[in-house]
């Protein structure tokens, strides 16, 4: 990505404070977590000190705005060191969810909430076995709210849940409340690549309980909202893909066999030079959709789904390739590289597969 000089500041100190406060092996000392704690409080705290929530929250809200690309180099950084943190849950989707569809007061009331760091928060879609946003059955009935939903991120840890639910009019929109309201159940687990998510029961939440979304435009500031989230998301498999691809290299460059560096055969030079390719393009198709969000482009949702079905087979590949090119040592507890391999296949699940937004691009398009 081409950041300017203040990005490129922006990058190099959180990449230097992940590498420093957020190594690897804190992801791993989540496994003797319970399911509930998604990530270290202080890791957030310092997060928060460092201005991350704030990063593209409009100056009028006190937020930094400091553009999608920006975040987008953060999100990188967050992923080279697999940071488990609510910057996706809270930061990206919730208060987005929030700014694009909650009315002047409902922002004013929550906004600096979540900016602050005082609470975090979270967004429940997912209803079935896959990522289908159309397909949203929790619904309002006499004014209480029922329903499931399914793979919501930092659930365990989340002060409010913003969920994606049909009104008593029969419209989609977006009820907030407490993660502690009346009848709110959430039930944590532990995901393959140590991230948790959570399942959330509602069994007639109470309307006095619930704040409904009043923007001008729910609807399409729900799309907006997923559509952000996803780029972001792709950013950091991006960040993962790379920091897997060097870790790559360098083993190639060290081990050897026969007495000759595994780097030397041309056959792996090959697998390595298809994996940069690919890695380049899809990197390419990320930095197209993060530009095109900070210039409030069009053409949006289609450059959205290009990034996210990329990055979805480039980091799929990568990590594939990763642990075969590391032999067996690739899956065990001693190396990250099988980490890696499990933040692909999550994360090619999170927001769409690479099927699901194929077929989006292709209607977006007019195929």
Known sequence: MILN????MLRETVAQFFTEKAPISELRSLAGAGDEQSYDDQLWSEMVELGLPGITVPEAHDGLEFGWMGLGAIAQEAGRCLVASPLLSSVVLAQNLLL?????AQIATYLPLFVSGEATATVAL????FFNPDAVTTSEASGALSGQKDRVLDAGQSAYVFCIAKQASGERGVALFASSAEGVSIESRR???LHSAGSIRLDGVPAADIVWLTGDDVEGG???TFDQATIVLAAEMMGSAREVLERTLAYLGEREQFDVKLGTFQALQH????MYCELELAESAVSAALTALDHAAP???PLASSAKALANDCFTLISSEAVQLHGGMGVTEEMDIGLFLKRSRV???LLGSSSYHRDRYARLTGF
């Open 347 to 349: 994360c090619n699940q």
């Open 222 to 224: 729900i799309q907006q």
């Open 299 to 301: 053409n949006v949702s």
């Open 100 to 104: 694009n569809c909650g009315s002047d």
């Open 5 to 8: 000089e203040e990005q490129a």
């Open 271 to 274: 697998r390595c030079a298809h």
């Open 126 to 129: 997912d209803e079935g076995r």
């Open 191 to 193: 995901m393959m690549d």
